[in-house]
């Protein structure tokens, strides 16, 4: 889906040239584990991981490293477009994944296997369909299948499911309405901080929260982003690629975590350039 919070960065019309080549996924998870002692590999960037033909072998492998866990992190619209150019079947991800989870030993990370997080972002459907951009009869139908999607989720994967809005103008209203609607549920209500991605996106923020003295940038700090072709830009947020610090593909991963602190050094010195000058993330972080 194009949601308003989210750039544009793939083709109108998705096809497997989207998605990260499944051997290269592997090995890069493979470097990952060994060189993190408690990595959350997050499940997609800013596309769609259920789209992907091989999510739930990729999760699965993910899983096979007792020091790593997985978050997912999906619209729940588990359709694929129609235009399509391959099948994508992860019909079987479910039962698959809730295995691996079972039979999985304690992660060393202290994290449990698997997290999930839903993006719903609406108590109601015209409201959904404002953030999402999409018709009356189409949000109706998708949000339906987002809550069902989120509930069913939250039976086969306890106390591991979130369902999230993503805090912005457009659905100030229903935060309350939202929040009480899924805390009684098994799901558990999420709430994201809107990101203007330093400033390419409209300012969303229905209130400013961040700190008043900065500092260096979390992201920076605890971050790797890696985008389908292996390309590590500077951060999440440098999603133009403005600065690349290597390929996860063809580099040690230590070189290309060496070549990022270089710029966290500079913050600790009060010196944000580039797209960090007007970055409004810093202070968030995930794991």
């Known amino acids: 889906m194009h949601s308003i919070y989210r750039p544009k960065l793939f083709p109108e019309h998705f096809d497997l040239s989207c998605c990260m080549d499944v051997e290269y996924a592997v090995r890069l998870i493979d470097a990952i584990a060994a060189f993190s002692e408690s990595a959350v590999i997050s499940l997609s960037l800013y596309g769609e991981p259920l789209l992907h033909p091989h999510f739930a072998a990729i999760a699965a492998q993910i899983l096979n490293h007792r020091n790593l866990s997985v978050l997912i992190e999906t619209s729940g619209i588990t359709e694929q477009p129609a235009d399509t150019e391959q099948a994508v079947d992860n019909a079987p991800y479910f039962d698959r994944l809730a295995q691996v989870c079972r039979d999985a030993p304690p992660r060393s990370n202290g994290h449990l296997p698997v997290y999930w997080i839903v993006d719903v972002d609406a108590a109601g459907s015209k409201t959904y369909g404002a953030v999402h951009q999409l018709s009356d009869e189409d949000a109706e139908r998708c949000l339906k299948q987002a809550v069902t999607f989120a509930d069913r989720l939250a039976q086969v994967f306890p106390k591991a499911v979130w369902v999230q809005m993503t805090r912005m103008n457009e659905n100030e209203a229903e935060l309350e309405p939202f929040y009480r ?96 000058e007007h970055c409004d993330e810093y202070y968030t972080y995930n794991f």
Not at 181 to 192: C, T, V
Not at 200 to 226: E, G, V
């Open 181 to 276: 609607l899924w805390e009684k549920r098994e799901a558990k209500p999420l709430i994201q901080k809107y990101d203007h991605l330093c400033g390419a996106l409209p300012d969303r923020r229905p209130a400013d929260i961040s700190p008043l003295k900065r500092h260096p940038c979390w992201h920076l700090k605890r971050d790797m982003s890696i985008c389908t072709d292996g390309t590590v830009p500077l951060c999440k947020e440098d999603y133009n690629r403005s600065v690349v610090l290597g390929n996860a593909f063809t580099m040690p991963l230590e070189t290309i975590w060496q070549n990022g602190q270089d710029f966290y050094r500079e913050q600790i010195q009060s010196c944000y350039k580039g797209v960090c």
